[in-house]
């Protein structure tokens, strides 16, 4: 590993301490020299192939990690690992470049996934609600949340075009003894929220997009997700890196995520004893001015406080069964040749299958929705022409699959890898 840090520090001791040669370093190929230096650096149920292939199909999808230490890629894209949380696939963590290092940034899905894999939280959901929906809430010891979306044509919920401007956002948790909690905000407040970060303030001044601008829906339910996680829920070690991590961005400060804490699990995300507060980012309510309003919708009824405490719920939901795998078919044992020219027949008389049939009998059987999708699957690795889709099918293939089946998607993986890029084949292999 000193190896591997040692390159990053020649390539960034030019003038003024940050040389034009880490913008123009190959990062294919800076993995590739490095392979067992970060495969020694990895625990044992990391992949290195897996991290590297990781790495190199973020990088290529966001330009801007090109200016980048490689290193915090790679640094960025092992705690993810190490969180269980993937990266790009459906909103569960993204990396985003800050000045020269690459910042690790969960998404509202993927602190959701972390309440629920801690066993602590039965459930977590958070939800925008618009100027044409109804919405209602008692606080107090009969504590109650109502939500119904405009209805459309045949009931279901309307288009957002027919339900209005965002008016509000609420998250809720329900806790194993069946007590949902809950917390809510006008669209004022997340704003202020907003406002109040750093990151966003920096990001404004410079004149740079954000995702406030890109996905404001999203931001507004990571907003409620984490004042919730932070205010009112018990959080596995897990979640409280996570959230270290998106404080971070927030307060526009460097995670200095190091390959070697990545790797081992010791990071700990920096300090903010000497920072300003951030708003709403530590479990603080972040309320309006006076004389701003709360949600305008159509069930609201008055003025409400705005502190929350538990309420009981009515009745808890039913936990959805867990599904179980189908037993494998055991393979049918080889047939003995018949004495007689003539086929055997069996006890209730059917005939036997000839025995110099090429094919046995288990063969023929239909083949499984699971064997089909796998068949899918491997034929959309084969249509792939470019690098960059074989690594995000593979990505997200290892994801699912185990055993066998991953067997399979690797070794068609090593075929597509070679025929899509020859005079690279060796970039994955051991050294």
């Given amino acids: 590993m000193s190896q591997l840090m040692g390159s990053i520090r020649r390539a960034s001791n030019g003038a003024g301490g940050a040389s034009a040669e880490i913008y123009n370093l190959d990062f294919p190929r800076l993995l590739e020299k490095h392979k067992g230096a970060i495969e020694r650096a990895l625990p044992n149920h990391l992949s290195v192939d897996r991290i590297m292939r990781v790495a190199l199909t973020a990088y290529r999808k966001n330009d801007s990690l090109a200016k980048c230490q490689p290193i915090s890629v790679v640094a960025a894209v092992v705690q993810a690992s190490q969180l269980g949380l993937e990266l790009h696939q459906n909103g569960e963590a993204f990396l985003v470049p800050y000045e020269d290092e690459c910042q690790l940034i969960p998404g509202y899905k993927g602190l959701m996934k972390l309440v629920r894999n801690s066993g602590l939280v039965r459930d977590i959901f958070a939800h925008e609600v618009r100027i044409n929906d109804f919405f209602d809430y008692d606080l107090g010891a009969a504590r109650r949340l109502v939500h119904k979306p405009m209805a459309g044509e045949g009931n279901f919920p309307a288009p957002d075009s027919s339900r209005g401007k965002v008016v509000g956002y609420y998250a809720v948790a329900l806790l194993h003894d069946g007590t949902p909690t809950f917390v809510m905000k006008h669209q004022l407040d997340v704003d202020a929220i907003r406002d109040a970060t750093r990151g966003y303030a920096a990001a404004k001044r410079r004149g740079n997009t954000t995702p406030w601008d890109t996905h404001p829906v999203a931001m507004g339910k990571k907003t409620l997700i984490r004042l919730l996680c932070n205010s009112q829920l018990p959080m596995s070690a897990e979640l409280q890196i996570a959230l270290q991590l998106d404080k971070a961005d927030l307060m526009g400060v460097k995670q200095g995520i190091q390959l070697e ?72 044992a080889p047939r003995t040749p018949a004495p007689q020219p003539a086929p055997a027949s069996t006890r209730s008389g059917t005939p036997r299958p000839p025995q110099s049939e090429a094919q046995p009998q288990h063969q023929d059987r239909p083949r499984s929705r699971a064997e089909q999708e796998l068949d899918k699957e491997l034929a959309s690795m084969r249509s792939c022409r470019e690098m960059v889709d074989l690594d995000e099918i593979v990505i997200r293939l290892e994801a699912r699959y185990s055993g066998a089946p991953l067997e399979l998607i690797n070794r068609t993986y090593d075929e597509m890898r070679t025929q899509l890029n020859p005079t690279r084949r060796d970039l994955f292999t051991t050294a």
């Fill in 261 to 332: 804490q990545a790797a081992d699990g010791s990071y700990e995300p920096p300090a903010f004893d000497n920072l300003p507060p951030v708003e709403g980012g530590d479990g603080s309510d972040g309320a309006r001015q006076p004389g701003q309003s709360r949600p305008a919708s159509r069930g609201s009824q008055g003025p409400r406080p705005e502190r929350e405490a538990p309420e009981r719920a009515p009745q808890p939901p039913a936990e959805r069964p867990q599904r179980t795998a189908s037993p494998v078919r055991p393979a049918a």
